[in-house]
């Protein structure tokens, strides 16, 4: 680890305050990548903005048809909730089994999709449910939200507050785990309402995105069966030691009827 | 029995310290005035060293000294050896590159030693290797341990042309030749024995300490065996001379093989500790460990087998590829070698052996022992093979190896490759196992798995090992530098409590317990009272440490050798006190006795009488303190059935192990507990390598699996609670009656699980780590 100045803030307000007046200043939330990171020496912000102290940041609440997470909220709470139990079982269930119990306890919701590691879980629910990331300047679609592998549409000085994630019929998350980190060789996350069912994907590409093919072939056919004559395009896959491109994108549609067998 | 005694499972007394925080390890010792050493490591695999810029780095903030391989030279520090020779196949040894501590002039691994930092506090070490600039002029690769010796390579060493080491025959080529042309059938299988970071919890670690008062040089560090360390840094390294070089190995959190081995920071920490006169640490970091610490496995080959019509094994030819990486590691050539060919009878009766091993080098880490070391790779080759000849001459795995195995009335049985197994029922222990398996109606088991879409195997390894190494005079025949005898001291204090020094180091393996138990039961003293000292030069006599699952079938005997020196002097002590004749007394249950009397004398007032000897024997030596080295006169050979019950996914090619059996003979158990769980990590272990563990650089030489993240070592998860039973017999060459019980797992396992995936699937082989998309795709060719 590189020198840098550590900067504990109670509000959002100060939190962007110190970002402008730092040189290269990051903010941190459950630390669970960016500390790992800067122990590597891969990365070494002059200023870490430490969001913990932020206590509005931190709960979830929710109404009639939303279910909204403070940015700051550990998956282990998520996981635990049993309003989220109850009102969106799969997310609760994707929270529960994020990492180890170390990294459920520290790491939050806003931390892992600002990050927008290419194999984590959460990117998949927000593009999948048709969240919304509220930030302290903004709100953004889901869909918006993941620009790129390690990229999001947040601005340097931005600060996710909150994601919404709308209540959906039926919705189930399926992973298919890498050995070694457990991170997502591929994840599928596929959401039904009323008639319209969205996926999404992560793990298998560089950034999570929306499984537009499989949405059309599950639209009016939401069964297993209409999974099977999807072509999922095997050029766009990420290939690793782990997984090749071929079987990634095998693997997009076992997890995809799996998780559509996992809603009926 | 004694209370706490042999056969107990006793709870192991180390733990409390390790529960509360209060172990000691490497990390945790810090001395007034310490510095830390920083390893400045090579980026490429191949590359000469143009130039070594310290000017930067040395004016950095904290820095207190920069060392090169100039430096280490210019005080006559030598380079790091391999203790043991083999001979090729042109009458010559082995080839010997110089491995120097830190580099001279090229490295030939990623993480090769370029020089060492060393500065105030850590991150100003690390700040300061930044600084150090080194011009690489970069050279091709070698990684491939199938092609490493082919024609056209980039050679790595001069001394070794075709980047070979060694090519060494064992057995009668013609023969078996004869054989197999004769035949009635001829299996065979090409194979990959993965390779592995072995990956113990705690990290390598060192910290070293000049006296300049008494010249004295103490260096704990994380050792399986810290006499050996001394004895090589003195002899062959000249960091100090033998009684001037104290070496501790404290608690070690896991050491599988990777902690014996001599290694460069050792002996580069030591020696600077004097040069900057100040305390020098240094602790690996997990890269580090991944990067420099001493792989395992590697080997590439190819097995056959010759046939008559019932499938009767006549001959055996195995040719091998080992890779034994950049230099030689400190044991590095045996593996291969003689711990790997002298296994290839396994359990069968196969008459004729022929094997051709070519030893490479390649610009990857050296390759050294771990857990099992040379075993696993006979093993699986073996075992994987047998399925395929059982699988060729349409018989059932088991029938195949009935028909082979060596009958009990064969024992002691001399195998074709130089080991004579002392004593083994390997019919007994398969019985015992596909009961335990539930074997016979697996059928049904196998239906239902299909009803619901899956495909369940299973597989059977019937292996032996030789371990408890090892009789001394073989070890020199075979070229090795070394005695491989084991010491113990058993000391009684004043007031009857008893301290045993063992040459022997626990490194989890639960010493301090099982060594206790077999003094309370030899002495009668209580367990409490018995206390287990290890792992310091300066405390206990000469040793040759822990390895090759040695510590109860040699320095077990030592130490019970020592008992009864005890017992022979203590009845003449009683036998003064007690006014009998000597040959009229008896010991039992920790008290001597004259025959037919109630005279008794408890062994602790006779050693209260040896240390107060107002009323003595004449001619007698006060004291009751001693000491006993044994050779154990043969290897003591576990063996068993183990049988891997398997659902595959053929979906994602995820493999499920239902059901895990193993039926081991380990002769007698001291601690059935501890035996128990070094099965369970051993086959843990073999697991790890069947399904898990694949350690892989890419074609310019870098580690691409040097973190968890790629990674994958065996989880709670990923394993069944394991069926574990016992089949023993007694070895006739070990005075205990015990055989080594820490590798067997690993050595067992790995072919039971590839041998349930192949019976799963269908198929004639899969490679390990048998990955899921390596299994998919398995099952998507039948």
């Avoid at chain 2, 040759?544 to 020196?565: D, N, P």
Wanted: hydrophobic share 40%; proline share 5%; with cysteine.
């Amino acid at each position: 680890m590189y020198e840098f100045s550590y900067k504990k803030v109670s509000s959002v307000e100060d939190a962007v305050a110190a970002m402008q007046s730092a040189d290269d200043g990051k903010f941190v939330a459950g630390g669970q990548t960016m500390l790992p990171t800067m122990k590597h020496r891969l990365a070494s912000p002059s200023d870490l903005i430490d969001l913990g102290g932020i206590g509005a940041l931190n709960g979830i609440s929710i109404d009639d048809d939303t279910v909204t997470i403070g940015a700051m909220t550990t998956h282990a709470s998520v996981a635990a909730s049993s309003e989220v139990q109850v009102a969106i079982p799969a997310l609760a269930k994707l929270a529960g089994n994020i990492g180890d119990p170390a990294v459920r306890n520290r790491g939050t919701i806003g931390g892992s999709i600002a990050n927008n590691d290419p194999a984590a879980d959460y990117p998949a629910a927000v593009i999948a449910l048709g969240a919304t990331v509220k930030t302290n300047k903004r709100e953004i679609p889901g869909d918006e939200f993941f620009t790129g592998m390690f990229e999001t549409a947040l601005a340097e000085d931005e600060v996710i507050t909150a994601v919404s994630f709308p209540m959906v019929d039926k919705a189930a998350y399926m992973k298919f785990e890498n050995p070694a980190s457990r991170y997502a060789i591929v994840g599928v996350f596929v959401a039904k309402s009323g008639d319209s069912v969205r996926v999404g994907i992560t793990g298998a590409t560089p950034c999570a995105h929306r499984g537009m093919r499989l949405e059309a072939a599950l639209n009016g056919n939401f069964s297993a069966a209409a999974v099977e004559g999807v072509k999922i395009p095997v050029e766009k896959m990420n290939s690793d030691i782990h997984a090749s491109a071929e079987y990634r994108a095998h693997l997009v549609k076992v997890m995809t009827r799996r998780a559509v067998e996992a809603c009926s | 029995m004694a209370e706490n005694g042999v056969g107990a499972s006793v709870r192991r007394k180390e733990d409390n310290r390790f529960l509360i925080g209060k172990g000691n390890y490497t990390d945790d010792i810090t001395i007034a005035g310490q510095t830390h050493a920083v390893f400045l490591r090579s980026p490429h695999a191949h590359a000469t060293i143009n130039s070594i810029d310290t000017i930067a780095a040395s004016a950095a903030p904290g820095v207190v000294a920069i060392f090169t391989g100039d430096d280490l030279a210019a005080d006559g520090i030598g380079p790091l050896i391999c203790g043991v020779t083999v001979t090729s196949d042109d009458g010559q040894p082995h080839r010997a590159p110089v491995h120097p501590a830190l580099a001279q002039g090229k490295v030939n691994y990623v993480g090769d030693h370029v020089a060492v930092v060393i500065a105030e506090s850590l991150s100003q070490a690390k700040d300061a290797a930044e600084l150090v600039e080194v011009d690489y002029g970069v050279l091709p690769a070698v990684t491939n341990t199938a092609t490493a010796a082919d024609e056209g390579q980039t050679q790595i060493h001069e001394v070794a042309p075709g980047n070979l080491c060694f090519n060494w025959p064992f057995g009668d080529k013609a023969a078996v030749e004869e054989v197999f042309t004769a035949a009635h059938k001829v299996s065979s299988l090409e194979l990959i024995n993965n390779r592995m970071v072995t990956n113990p919890m705690e990290p390598r670690a060192a910290i070293a300490d000049y006296n300049a008062g008494t010249e004295e040089i103490t260096l704990h560090l994380t050792t399986q065996n810290p006499h050996v360390h001394r004895l090589v840094l003195s002899a062959f390294n000249q960091l100090a001379p033998e009684h001037k070089l104290r070496v501790v190995g404290p608690d070690v959190g896991g050491g599988f093989g990777a902690k014996i081995f001599i290694y460069a920071e050792e002996l580069v920490v030591g020696w600077a500790c004097r040069k900057v006169n100040r305390p020098v640490k240094w602790t690996a970091d997990r890269t580090e460990a991944f990067l420099s610490d001493a792989h395992g496995r590697d080997h590439v080959s190819t097995a056959e087998m010759a046939m008559d019509e019932n499938g009767k094994f006549l001959a055996l030819r195995v040719m091998t590829r080992a890779n034994l990486g950049a230099y030689l590691s400190t044991f590095g050539t045996m593996v291969p070698s003689y711990l790997y060919a002298f296994l290839l009878a396994g359990q069968y009766s196969t008459p004729l052996i022929y094997s051709e091993v070519k030893a490479v080098f390649t610009n990857t880490a050296p390759v050294d022992a771990s857990r099992g070391a040379g075993r696993p790779e006979a093993t699986f080759l073996l075992e994987r093979l047998v399925d395929v000849c059982a699988a060729d001459m349409g018989l059932d795995p088991v029938e195949i190896r009935r028909r082979n195995f060596i009958p009990v009335e064969a024992f002691p049985y001399q195998t074709p490759v130089v080991q004579c197994y002392d004593s083994g029922d390997y019919h007994a222990a398969l019985d015992k196992a596909l009961v335990l398996a539930n074997y016979g109606s697996f059928a049904a088991r196998a239906e239902e798995a299909k009803s619901r879409g899956k495909r369940r195997g299973i597989g059977l390894s019937s292996y032996v090992e030789a371990c408890g190494i090892a009789p001394s005079a073989a070890v020199g025949q075979l070229g090795g530098g070394v005695g491989l005898w084991e010491s113990a001291q058993v000391r009684f204090n004043p007031t009857g409590n008893v301290q045993v020094f063992t040459g022997t180091h626990s490194h989890g393996q639960g010493h301090e317990t099982t060594f206790a138990q077999l003094v309370t039961e030899q002495l009668g003293v209580p367990f409490g009272n018995i206390e287990v000292i290890h792992g310091d030069t300066a405390k206990t006599q000469f040793g040759m440490g822990t390895y090759g699952s040695r510590s109860l079938a040699v320095g077990g005997v030592a130490i019970s050798k020592a008992c009864e020196k005890l017992i022979a002097k203590g009845k003449k002590i009683a036998a003064h006190a007690l006014e009998a004749a000597e040959g009229d007394i008896e010991f039992a249950d920790g008290n001597f006795t004259v025959a037919g009397t109630d005279k008794a004398m408890s062994i602790e007032a006779v050693a209260f009488n040896a240390y107060v000897p107002h009323s003595y024997p004449e001619g007698l030596e006060p004291g009751f303190d001693e000491n006993a080295f044994f050779d154990p006169l043969n290897f003591s050979f576990p063996a068993g059935t183990h049988i891997c019950e398997v659902e595959v996914d053929p979906d994602t090619g995820e493999v499920e192990i239902i059901k895990y059996s193993a039926v081991d003979d380990f002769g007698k158990l001291i601690n059935p507990m501890i035996v128990a769980g070094q099965v369970h990590g051993g086959i843990a272990h073999g697991v790890g390598q069947a399904l898990l563990e694949g350690c892989r650089y890419d074609s310019e030489g870098q580690l691409i699996t040097a973190s968890y993240m790629d990674y994958a070592m065996p989880r709670a998860d990923n394993l069944p609670s394991f069926d574990i039973d016992y089949a023993p017999t007694d070895p006739p060459d070990n005075p205990l009656g015990v055989k080594g019980c820490g590798e067997a797992g690993a050595i067992g396992a790995p072919p039971a699980v590839i041998n349930a995936i192949v019976n799963a699937l269908g198929v004639k082989h899969i490679d390990m780590p048998a990955t899921p998309e390596t299994v998919w795709r398995a099952a998507q060719s039948v």
